[in-house]
């Protein structure tokens, strides 16, 4: 079945702005957004299911390449499709309950689903200014999300997002006009065959620096991180799950990856920016989640070092093609990044739906104010059990395939040092998550929780789904389902600048 | 040179938004960056007495309609002039959430220093 392509990006839009239309509707109104709101995000989910495998091309209004914008699905793009929908699928269900503490729900799921349009329209864009513009739609919805409870946290949380965020997007703004002035092209297969006819200049260079720190503010690689564990812990709990989850990929890693393999084409010293960006990320992240007194800091700064292990995927794939060495081993290093952040995409933001169940029961997000929580939220402690046990890459769950994947590609190519890096920071992550079961779940119920219930209903639904797929997406690396949905990104990335060849032809054909 | 100057701007927007203690300050230095940007988009597609890019009768020669090679050499480019009106709407909206953002913390906390401005850490 072919989805026009434009409907991934139209349906969440138009919908998102009539949502607030129900508000004036009172109760009755209110339920009925929150039905739209979830059909909304459940037919997404079933529509990227859909596209998986496809290779197409779709130019907007007619216009053909290199004059109009077009759009591109690809491997890699429905992919990120897939991990967008299944994560904002699961954070809307969950907050068809969860935000009943907040008002001005429709206003919520308006910017929700603002910013699954933006990030929709970021992996199919295949035109570096449309890519512009829909990411500051998903930023500038996720700045007011992050700021949406109005106190004096997410106040502050929310400016200091908002001003990196917006710094990273006029940094990737003046990257465009660049390349624009110096190509004479915005889309992307174009400007691609033009860099390969005349090789990068110091204009493209300059270029592709600002690409990397731009779009590393967004991604939160260190040394770009500041903003990342006061906003993501601020926001509403599905939010932080969104942008812990899929948010920081699809603007900061995806739209990185896509620059530089596809478009620039990756070098040795891209290469190895890469890969130092994710090991500092990877053990810094690690080394400030463990300090952290805070239940959600805790899992901003743990997304911090997970960040860090799918860039030092992508780095390291990069580095091996770019040294034209064996591309089987390339190609596993990418495996190994992309593999990792589409079950990171779906471990964290179980985790971060969970920590949101805690917080509405006991009304803290204090570990040291917690404890013995097991009996009271046996659902919650399976299924953040179930999470801790994947992030810490315990068999079978999926945490441990990609973890596995990523070693073997590093000692296949000789970075033994990496793999031993992997490995340790690995064991910091399993410190950081044993610290939040032994303070949450295990130990004395302090007297003044005794009373709490745990919310069942659509946040319980949400999250044993994710709960299962944790348990199931090992599954992914079986070969029938590896050739259709992992093996088609990786070689997206793999077969780099043909990216441009490819588009071409295929726009011919249309 | 104006492409010197046009840098200095974004220097200076850059600077204003990371060194400055006042929210608002902060905001403009953003802003200032932005239409740094802006301005070196118009400044790719400009040309020296350019015409405007509009094609009228008098431009089109030939059967196929199509325009004349003076009107190709003379005109400016369009493209960067409908980029510069998007980033322009798109500045606005990010513009007027961080505006009410600042007001609604100066409600809050009573001030725009944002060396006051410290619950979270860590």
Known sequence: ?510 | MPYALCFLLFVIGLYCAVVKKNMVKIVIGIMVMEYAVNLFLIMLGYRLGGIAPIVGKEDVAGAGGQVTDLFVSSSVDPLPQALVLTAIVISLGSLALMISICIRTYEKYGTFDITEIRRLKG
């Not at chain 1, 620039?264 to 960006?277: D, Y």
């Not at chain 1, 580095?319 to 471990?347: P, Q």
């Open chain 1, 1 to 510: 079945m072919s989805i026009p392509l434009p409907v991934f990006i139209a349906v969440p839009l138009v919908t998102a702005f009539l949502l607030p239309v129900f508000s004036s509707l009172g109760r009755k109104g209110k339920a009925v957004a929150t039905v739209l709101a979830n059909f909304v995000t459940v037919s997404l989910l079933v529509m990227a299911v859909a596209s998986i495998g496809q290779f197409r091309v779709y130019e907007v209004g007619k216009w053909s390449i290199p004059l109009g914008i077009n759009l591109v699905l690809d491997g890699l793009s429905s992919l990120l499709l897939l991990a967008i929908s299944v994560v904002s699928a699961a954070a809307m269900l969950f907050s068809a309950r969860y935000m009943e503490q907040y008002t001005a729900k429709a206003k919520y799921l308006c910017l929700f689903l603002l910013m699954v349009a933006g990030m929709n329209g970021v992996v199919l864009s295949g035109d570096i200014f449309n890519l512009f513009v829909f990411l500051e739609i998903a930023s500038i919805a996720s700045y007011a999300l992050v700021g949406f409870g109005c106190e004096h946290e997410e106040l502050e949380a929310s400016f200091k997002y908002m001003v990196l965020g917006s710094i990273g997007s006029i940094f990737v703004l003046f990257a465009v006009a660049l390349v624009y002035g110096n190509t004479g092209s915005l889309n992307m297969a174009y400007i691609s065959k033009a860099i390969q006819g005349s090789g990068l200049n110091a204009g493209l260079s300059f270029a592709m620096a600002l690409f990397v720190v731009g779009f590393g503010l967004k991604a939160a690689l260190v040394p770009f991180h500041a903003w990342l564990p006061d906003a993501h812990p601020s926001a509403p709990a599905p939010i932080s799950a969104m942008l812990s989850g899929i948010l920081i990929k699809t603007l900061g890693i995806y739209a990185l990856a896509r620059v530089v393999f596809n478009v620039f084409g990756v070098s040795v010293s891209m290469g190895w920016l890469l890969v130092v960006l994710g090991l500092l990320s990877m053990v810094a992240g690690a080394f400030l989640a463990i300090g952290q007194e805070d239940f959600k800091r805790l899992l901003a700064y743990s997304s911090i070092s997970q960040i860090g292990y799918v860039v030092l995927g992508l780095g390291l794939g990069g580095l091996i093609i770019a040294r034209d060495g064996n591309v089987a081993w390339a190609s596993l290093a990418i495996l190994g990044g992309l593999f990792h952040l589409v079950n990171h995409a779906v471990y964290k933001s179980l985790l971060f739906l969970t920590s949101g169940s805690v917080q509405m029961s006991t009304g803290t997000r204090q570990l040291k104010q917690m404890g013995g929580l097991a009996e009271k939220l046996p659902f919650t402690r399976a299924t953040c059990t179930v999470a801790s046990a994947s992030i810490v890459g315990i068999p079978p769950f999926s945490g441990f395939w990609s973890k596995l994947i990523l070693v073997i590609a590093a000692v296949q190519a000789h970075f033994y040092w990496v793999a031993a890096i992997i490995v340790f920071v690995s064991l910091c992550t399993l410190i950081m998550y044993l610290k939040v079961q032994r303070y949450v779940f295990l130990g004395e119920l302090p007297e003044n929780l005794q009373q709490i219930k745990e919310n069942k209903g659509s946040m319980l639904v949400a999250m044993v789904f994710l709960a299962c797929l944790c348990g199931l997406m090992g599954l992914l690396l079986v070969p029938a389902l590896r050739s259709n949905i992992l093996q088609p990104a990786v070689d997206v990335l793999t077969d780099g600048i043909s990216y441009s060849a490819n588009v071409i032809k295929m726009s011919m054909k249309v």
